[in-house]
């Protein structure tokens, strides 16, 4: 009987390591795929994005000319780094769209749009996939706008069936009222003490990821997070975690 349990016991260990998922993701404010070197270089975003070996990217601040239905720049990312593209309009730019967007290993199952208030249109974009949602947004910066937005994305949060996963360039430093209200109903994975912007001398933290408090209920959890030092492709530095699910 003795045997039998030891035998059990190891199996069931087995089964709980090989049911956890090894998830990376990524945050990165592109600044339209221009470094500080004012050079537009897809090619070194794309370069930074499949050195990492990211399963899920959520990218902000695209602009750019249209090919069909996606911006043209995603499409050009997505082909280099051979990841799925996903973009979402914010607005019409400089006859093109300027917007966020999202690169994914796996093909999302599902897509929303969801328009934010303010007079500056942005826009929560939320991927569905097999095990979790992973949501972009590029905040305003009025933080009245913010605040607007704030019960928009909890309402999303609240529908998911499994984690939900939020990130972007949110425009507001950690003291500031929108991030003390998130950490009400979200975990930060990131650390919100470590400056992402400007790249070159990082002085405030503006860039974050996050996940719905519920979401820890269904198996979700952190391994690690941290801030790429990357000083010139763009004026962000990209944010990475590697999180477990079940």
């Known amino acids: 009987m003795k045997k039998f349990l030891i035998v059990v016991l190891v199996i069931m260990s087995l089964y ?24 537009l270089d897809e090619d070194r975003i794309a370069r930074i994005i499949s050195a990492n ?7 902000q601040e695209l602009d750019s000319v249209t090919t069909r239905c996606s911006a043209y720049q995603m499409q050009v990312l997505g082909e280099k780094t051979g990841m799925h593209y996903t ?16 690169l994914s290993k796996e093909k999302p199952i599902c897509v929303k749009r969801i328009p934010l208030p303010g007079a500056e ?12 949602y ?12 913010r605040m607007k937005s704030l019960p928009l994305i909890l309402e999303q949060a609240e529908l998911a069936d499994k984690p939900f996963i939020i990130a972007g360039d949110w425009n507001a430093k ?3 009222k929108f991030i003390v209200e998130m950490n009400e109903y979200f975990d930060f994975i990131s650390d919100n003490q470590v400056p992402t912007f400007p790249s070159g001398k990082p002085r405030v933290c503006i860039d974050y990821i996050a996940v719905y408090k519920n979401s820890l209920k269904k198996g979700f959890r952190v391994k690690n997070y941290k801030v790429l030092e990357e000083k010139v492709a763009s004026d962000h530095c990209p944010v990475k975690a590697v999180v477990t699910l079940k």
């Open 16 to 39: 709980t390591v090989s049911d956890a998922r090894k998830l990376t993701i990524m945050s990165y404010n592109l600044h339209h795929c221009e470094g500080m070197d004012k050079k």
């Open 121 to 132: 249109p942005r826009v929560l974009l939320i991927c569905e996939f097999k095990n979790y």
């Open 87 to 102: 973009f979402a309009k914010s607005i019409d730019f400089g006859g093109g769209k300027y917007g966020v967007g999202m």
């Open 174 to 176: 950690p003291q500031e």
């Open 53 to 59: 070996a990211p399963d899920v990217v959520a990218v």
């Open 134 to 145: 992973y949501a972009c947004t590029h905040l305003c910066l009025k933080a009245e706008n």
